[in-house]
């Protein structure tokens, strides 16, 4: 039974096998597979149509409109109950209703509400490009989408949208859902519907009064209702009405010879100049609300239905937008109108303005321009300028202090125009000067254009370009050249981007996108946060110390005209300059405090014109800045322990901190980054230890001055011997390591002051000197009774030592006694005659000078009682207060005592500076003119020459 069983069991297995082959057990899984796809696609398609809005009569009738609410939380704008203008079906002529099914869904009266040949061409769009990538949506799912669904691209969207189109088809005719698309469609400038926007752009209020052009262009504006505005973008307009007069044709609405004419219209000759009944309030700064949610939600503020929280301060904005306006009560003096070379009209000068709050990057004003209509071109947001010297804290210090550690002090040689690297263009200062070696505050204060070309090149474009970018700035796919280091190469920028990028300089290097919506949310209740996260994006020594270079801008600089006196500002000017252009194309200033950001630009839309004041940024920055911070507290910028402020010698390069002789007139105080400070002590104005027992005899052999002294310093020196001849000028006669030296050929009967000054490097020693009488000339001595055969003592000297002078002398005349006299600075005096060649004076004082005076007088014959000429030496005794070596002087002079002495060496050693300083100053006089000569000769209209004032 055991061996039956297992038989019976083995066969049935075999069978089992033989039954299911493996291709047969493969089919099965797949089915299996499919079968749950289908049902779960089923399942996930019902779930959409189930959960898809129910049909509104209301939201069909009505724009889904968006409400916008400031930074208090109150509404200021309800995009969809303004300007709007119902029409019904019967109103709408022909031409309008071929135009419109042509360009959007051209088997409109066809289909169902769906249209499946259109739905095959998406889904294979779709497969090759991507889900998203190509519609298939007809009017009536249009019209769906924009009365109960989002534009968010998602299949479960797409499915309700589908739904609610096959609903809409059963319950209205192809007439009512034409009539409600064509009265909710947004077609810009604020208008609703296609019977406003016939107003507003044509003058229109008839619409059976279109032309074939018009219904064009008007079928055309839904796709993109800014970039095809015929108001503002023309050119645009003409491609968009190319594209719908061939769909016309394509689909039999019109002619190939009807659409031809119609192209040759002159779109601005359709238009009217007639100004929109109302305007929506603060129109610049929804452009900029519009946008955003645009990029960040792909929504829509007129048709989707959204509640949008914004960061407008609305008193803020109003006084933008009349600094801007032609109010009577404005402030600013803008120029008269100028004519336009190109069109010959007279043009208003135009401007921006951004007002940025400084902690979180919140936009709290947009001023767009002057005389701004609804969706006008914003020259905040739109305009593509160069910068001027605007960039040059964002192109060149920054990155300098950043990358490279630079003190403010950091020197840079302003020697003469700048050569661009691998050209023949030259850059030069806009005051046409150049100053030398200087500092990077300076030349940043005084926006010098050389020092930021020579600091960008030395930096290098790409840290450069990372920097800026770092900051916000947007080069596309172009890469920095040195010249947009002053705002004058390819890059061009607008006052959003500026602002944004000085902010993070106002905000101790922290920053993040400027913003004008912190959230939305959709009529489903769902809300989304779009406010920005701040980031480090530089170093805060970087952001201080550039900020700190810009409040010297504001404070002596470019921008004091835009400086407000008790409110702690920085700021900076930009101008820029074209060839064959007189004046600037652009203006610009950009300033901050803690609290606001602000940036401004002025110009024309023809670049080719010059502004006639380029000062009227800065009058709208003060006058913005000092409106805003009214009875609000403005602190200063903080320093950060990153940043070292120390006093350094003015003109050392590199930086050097003052010695104690550095006069408190040559210390300035400049910030450093932390470890990068000076530590070596300048010795511009450090003094030697100067010589000391200066002698100077003449001697009759050899008729020469003999000169010597003592040195008792530690360091290696050289001395400097001058002379002057009875009173004339100091003149060097040698510089030598000896500490002796002769003058020959002496002038008989003149009186020689001898100079000696130590010298080591360029430190120099306090000069100590002496004189002597050569004997001789007409006036060889004053005394009547003095015998021609009488000679003077020689090699007179005194020294002290332990309380006594010891006083000696030669002489090689006839047989003579010697007269000594002894005077002290406190007047006592003393004399006695001696026979001696020397003598010892006891009980010397301490501190005291004493004047030794020696007469020969003759004892035998024909000179006995004649008198020689007299020698005098001095000595000083040291002191307990003055016992210095360099004060142990033993010094011969004739006819001064050492007070005169003092004042003779103070006098000359400032005559004996003079000289070199006066030569200094001719060298650098010849410098400059050489410079203002180079200046001359360079072609200053160069376009990448930009100038600031």
Do not use: C
Not at 876 to 883: K, R, V
Request: hydrophobic residues 30%; proline residues 4%.
């Amino acid at each position: 039974m055991a061996d039956n069983g297992q038989s019976r069991i083995a066969r049935r297995k075999q069978k089992k096998t033989k039954k299911k082959p493996l291709w047969k057990r493969i089919f099965l899984i797949v089915g299996i597979i499919v079968l749950a796809m289908v049902i779960g696609i089923g399942g996930t398609f019902t779930y959409f149509i189930a959960t898809a809005p129910k049909l509104d009569a209301a939201k069909l009738q009505d724009a889904f409109s968006s409400k916008i609410y400031d930074k208090n939380g109150d509404l200021f704008a309800d995009m969809g109950s303004e300007k709007r203008t119902r029409v019904s079906y019967d109103d709408l002529p022909q031409v309008l209703i071929d135009a419109v099914t042509a360009t959007e869904d051209a088997r409109f009266f066809k289909h169902h509400g769906i249209d499946l040949k259109r739905v095959g061409g998406a889904v294979v769009g779709n497969i090759t490009n991507g889900f998203g990538s190509q519609g298939a949506s007809t009017l009536t799912q249009q019209l769906a989408e924009k009365s109960f669904l989002s534009h968010e691209k998602k299949i479960g969207l797409k499915v309700q949208e589908m739904w609610l189109a096959l609903k809409i088809e059963r319950k209205y005719s192809k007439e009512e859902i034409l009539e409600m698309y064509l009265n909710k469609v947004y077609y810009g400038s604020g208008a609703y519907g296609v019977a406003k926007a016939s107003q507003i752009y044509f003058g229109k209020t008839d619409l059976k009064d279109l032309t074939l052009p018009e219904a064009a262009i008007l079928a055309g504006l839904p796709q993109r209702p800014t970039a095809y505005n015929p108001k503002q973008h023309p050119d645009l307009t003409k491609d968009r009405m190319k594209t719908v007069l061939h769909l016309m044709v394509k689909h039999g609405k019109i002619t190939k010879e009807q659409a031809d004419k119609a192209l040759d219209t002159d779109i601005k000759s359709l238009l009217t100049d007639k100004v929109p009944e109302s305007k929506t309030p603060y129109e610049a700064f929804l452009q900029k609300v519009r946008k955003e949610v645009k990029d960040k939600l792909n929504a829509d503020i007129y048709t989707d239905g959204l509640k949008i929280y914004t960061t407008l301060d609305p008193d803020i904005q109003e006084h933008v937008e009349l600094l801007l306006s032609d109010d009577d009560n404005n402030p600013i003096n803008y120029p008269e109108k100028v004519e336009d070379p190109n069109t010959h009209e007279m043009v208003d000068l135009q401007a921006g303005a951004v007002v940025l709050d400084t902690q979180n990057g919140a936009i709290r004003a947009i001023g767009g321009g002057r005389g701004l209509e609804n969706d006008g071109f914003n020259y905040a947001l739109q305009i593509n300028r160069q910068g001027g010297s605007t960039m040059k804290p964002v192109l060149a210090y920054g990155p300098a202090i950043e990358n490279e550690n630079w003190s403010t002090y950091h020197q840079i040689n302003d020697d003469k125009p700048y050569q661009y690297p691998g050209t023949d263009k030259k850059a030069g200062n806009w005051n046409g000067q150049y100053q030398g070696w200087i500092t990077m505050r300076k030349a940043l204060a005084e926006s010098l254009n050389v020092p930021a070309l020579k600091t960008a090149e030395e930096i290098g474009n790409t840290k450069a370009q990372k920097f800026g970018e770092d900051l916000g700035l947007d080069f596309g796919d172009n890469n920095m050249t040195v010249g947009d280091a002053i705002g004058g190469g390819s890059f061009t920028t607008n006052p959003l981007e500026i602002a944004t990028a000085f902010r993070a300089f106002a905000n101790e290097g922290v920053s993040s996108d400027s913003y004008s919506v912190t959230k939305v949310e959709y009529p489903n209740g769902r809300t989304v946060k779009l406010k920005p996260k701040q980031k480090p994006v530089i170093s805060d020594y970087t952001a201080y110390m550039i900020t700190d270079m810009l409040k010297t801008v504001m404070s002596s600089g470019t921008g004091e005209m835009a400086n407000i006196p008790g409110l702690p500002v920085a700021g900076k000017t930009g101008t820029t300059n074209k060839t064959d252009v007189e004046g600037s194309p652009d203006s610009w200033f950009t300033g901050y405090s803690t609290n606001y950001t602000i940036s401004i630009w002025t110009g024309y839309d023809n670049d080719n014109i010059g502004i006639s004041d380029t000062k009227v940024p800065l009058a709208i920055f003060k006058d913005t800045m000092s409106y805003i911070s009214k009875n609000i507290d403005t602190k200063d910028f903080k320093q950060p322990n990153s940043v070292v402020e120390m006093g350094v010698e003015n003109g050392s390069n590199p930086a050097r901190l003052p010695s104690s002789n550095t006069p408190d007139s040559q210390v300035i105080t400049e910030l450093f980054v932390k470890g990068n400070e000076p530590s070596k002590q300048s010795v511009k104005f450090d003094k030697l230890d100067p010589v000391s027992n200066l002698a100077a005899n003449y001697g009759n052999d050899g008729k020469k001055i003999k000169i010597n002294w003592d040195y008792n310093g530690d360091k290696d020196v050289s001395y400097r011997v001058s002379a002057s001849v009875d009173g004339g000028d100091m003149k060097e006669l040698s510089t030598t390591k000896d500490k002796s030296m002769e003058i020959s050929k002496v002038d008989p009967g003149s009186e020689y002051k001898i100079q000696v000054v130590a010298v080591s490097g360029d430190e120099t020693s306090d000069a100590k000197t002496t004189t002597v009488k050569v004997p001789g000339g007409d006036d060889n001595d004053d005394d009547e009774d003095k015998n021609e055969d009488m000679k003077p003592v020689s090699g007179l000297n005194a020294s002290y030592n332990n309380g006594t002078i010891d006083v000696s002398w030669k002489y090689d005349g006839p047989a003579a006694a010697f007269e000594v006299n002894v005077t002290s600075d406190n007047g006592a005096s003393q004399q006695q005659t001696v026979n001696s060649n020397g003598i010892k004076i006891d009980n010397a004082k301490e501190g005291s000078t004493y004047t030794i005076a020696v007469t020969p007088i003759g004892k035998n014959g024909d000179t006995e009682g004649e008198r020689g000429d007299t020698q005098r030496t001095t000595v000083t005794i040291p002191g307990e207060e003055n016992d210095s070596p360099a004060d142990e002087d033993n010094q011969a002079d004739d006819n001064t005592d050492q007070q005169s002495d003092d004042q003779e060496e103070q006098g000359q050693t400032e005559e004996q500076d003079q000289p070199q300083d006066d030569e200094d100053n001719n060298d650098h006089q010849d410098e400059n003119d050489q410079n203002q000569d180079e200046e001359q000769d360079q072609d200053q209209s160069d376009g990448d020459n930009q100038t600031d004032e």
